[in-house]
Structure formats: structure tokens, C-alpha cells
């Protein structure tokens, strides 16, 4: 994750370090295999936002791959917290923080027996949180719809949030290949079911329109917040089957993720999404979105 120049801070079990000498041991059973889960947090107002429903998604995660996540939410908050220090990201004017947490199998001999691995790696990535470019939420992007399925539930639950990223990975190089900003995927039954790195809506007859999760999609946080946010605003949310007609033919569409909020999408490919510009319906959201956020925040204080 480090890159030069990226001022990130790194917690390996409890320790803290300059992103550049980070390290985990070759024999971790994440690096060997990739067996491992994490999550992304941001923070509002220097406080990571829905903190618990993360701890709930990577406590799920991890019981999906036979991995204990031993420190209670408490102890991986004043983490966190420690690293935040360490990175300088605080809140008030030192900016907002990106936080990934890493939870891995651990160190243990060439087999795939988790009894091999004593304990489990714990990694809490912290840096500078980075908003999407403003002409991102003002012009909407162009996405790619690709032709790399997205894992079929038996094979690899895509509910298990898995540092193996493999099928996102190759879905999203056919998306920067098209000079994309983000790649649709599609399930094995030909259904629209995710972006590679956030959710899918479409805007239909003034209701937001998502795939259900046993589609085979990632229960997204900020998917899951925005059916709070719905009703909230009046706006009607809902799971739907979506096919790509259903696309083609929609008002609006858009995509949610943590670190990006609401992105407008306003062409597939070559294809114009609705009037090719962000919608009235996305744009409510968005702002209901931010509205809530502000609520939620705790007041800082002013020195
Ligand atoms: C495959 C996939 N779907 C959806 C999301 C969005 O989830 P969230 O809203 O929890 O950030 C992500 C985020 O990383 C993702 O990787």
C-alpha cells in the first residue's frame, strides 16, 4: 500500500511504523494463500463513521473463512486511534483519514490447515483520506460494464469481504483499459450485481434501484446506509433484479463506497445513462447522504 510520497502509517499487531517499513513474514498464510479479510473506514470529523457495522462486516467475514478476529471492536478502536496519532490524523485540521484494517490467518508451515496458524495478522492501514475530484459528483463518470464475472456464491462468496481481490482486480484492469472511472460486473446468471469496487444503483421512475445481495455482491455499508438515507428524503430504495436493459433504460444510476460517497455515473462505455447528467433523484441522495453524515458527527470542540 505504501507508495512514495503517501504520507501512511501502519499498525502490525500493535505496533506502529512508517508505512515504508511496514512488513508481514512471507510465511503468513495471507501472502501465501490469501487468507485474509479486511475493511475500509473513513472518518467524519476525525471519527471513523459506522464504525460497529464495519466491526459487524469484518466479524462476519472472518467466520466466513474459519478465522477468529480475537481483540473485541474496543480494543481495535483505540488501534485506530493510536495510529491515527502516529499518522497525525486526528480530526480538526489535520484532515480526515483513509483506515484499512487487515485481518489475516497468520504465520504457519506450507498447508492449508488453519491449525497451523496460531494467531492471526492484524494490519490497521492509516492515511490521509483523498475526496474523489468535486467534478466527479458535478459531472458524473463514465463507467465500463465488463465482461469479467463477478465469483459465483458457491465458488467464493462475494460476501466475504477478502484481501483475495483477484476477480475485482481483473474486472477493474478491463475498466482502466476503457479509460473508465469504475467496472459494472455481472453474476453468473447474467445480472447486473456490483461495481469492482462499490455498489450499483439505478434510478427507475423516481425509486433507487439496487441488486439484491443474493445476487452475489458485497453488502456495501454505505449501500446498506443508503436505504436510511432514502427514507429519510422521501426516496424510495429497493432491491431489484437488474438486467442490463434495466440499465440502458434507467433515468439515473449512480455507485456508493465508503471513500467515494454517491458518484453519478452518466455513461456506460459508449451509451448515455438518462439526460447524461447527474439526476435530481442522485443528487438528493447525495445531499440527504452528507446531511446525515453531518448529523451523526459528533460537535467538535473549538480550541
Ligand atoms: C466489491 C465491493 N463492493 C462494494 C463496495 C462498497 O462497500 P462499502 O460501502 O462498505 O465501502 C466495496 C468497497 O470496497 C467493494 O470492494
Known amino acids: ?13 500493535g505496533s506502529i511504523f512508517d508505512g515504508k517499513d ?13 487468507e485474509g479479510v479486511y475493511e475500509t473506514l473513513r472518518t467524519y470529523q476525525g471519527q471513523p463513521f ?4 464495519h466491526m459487524q462486516r469484518l466479524r ?4 466466513m473463512i474459519a478465522l477468529a478476529v480475537p481483540p473485541d471492536d474496543a480494543h481495535l478502536r483505540r488501534q485506530i486511534a493510536e495510529t491515527m496519532t502516529a499518522a497525525g490524523l486526528r480530526g480538526g485540521s489535520g484532515g480526515e483519514a483513509y483506515i484499512r484494517i487487515l485481518v489475516t490467518r497468520g ?8 491449525a497451523a496458524c496460531p494467531a492471526p495478522t492484524i494490519v490497521i492501514i492509516v492515511k490521509p483520506h483523498v475526496d474523489p475530484p468535486a467534478a466527479v459528483f458535478a459531472a458524473g463518470v463514465t463507467v465500463a460494464l465488463v465482461d469479467v464475472v463477478r465469483n459465483h456464491p458457491q465458488a467464493l462468496s462475494p460476501l466475504i469481504k477478502s484481501n483475495n481481490l483477484l476477480n475485482n482486480a481483473l474486472a477493474m ?19 447486473l450485481v456490483e461495481c469492482t469496487q462499490s455498489n450499483l444503483f439505478v434510478v427507475s421512475e423516481g425509486a433507487a ?14 449501500r446498506g446506509f443508503l436505504f436510511e438515507v432514502g427514507a429519510d428524503a ?29 458518484v453519478p455515473i452518466v455513461q456506460v462505455d459508449d451509451r448515455r445513462i438518462g439526460a447524461g447528467t447527474p439526476g435530481p433523484v442522485t443528487t438528493r441522495l447525495l445531499e440527504g447522504f452528507r446531511r446525515k453524515v453531518r448529523e451523526m458527527a459528533p460537535v467538535v470542540e473549538q480550541a
Open 50 to 53: 459506522l464504525f460497529e457495522r
Open 22 to 34: 511496514a512488513v508481514v513474514p512471507v510465511f503468513d498464510h495471507g501472502f501465501l494463500y490469501g
Open 234 to 262: 422521501g426516496i424510495p430504495v429497493r432491491e431489484q433484479v437488474l438486467r442490463d436493459a434495466d440499465l440502458f433504460g434507467a433515468d439515473e444510476c449512480f455507485l456508493t463506497s465508503t471513500t467515494r460517497e454517491i
Open 60 to 63: 462476519a467475514s472472518a467466520g
Open 209 to 222: 434501484l439496487t441488486p439484491p445481495i443474493d445476487a452475489g455482491l458485497l453488502p456495501g455499508i454505505t
Open 1 to 13: 500500500m505504501y507508495a512514495a510520497g503517501v504520507a501512511a502509517f501502519v499498525n502490525v499487531n
Open 173 to 191: 484492469q478491463r475498466a482502466f483499459a476503457r479509460g473508465a472511472y469504475e467496472g459494472i460486473m455481472r453474476n453468473y446468471r447474467g445480472e
Open 107 to 114: 504465520v504457519g508451515e506450507l498447508t492449508y490447515d488453519p
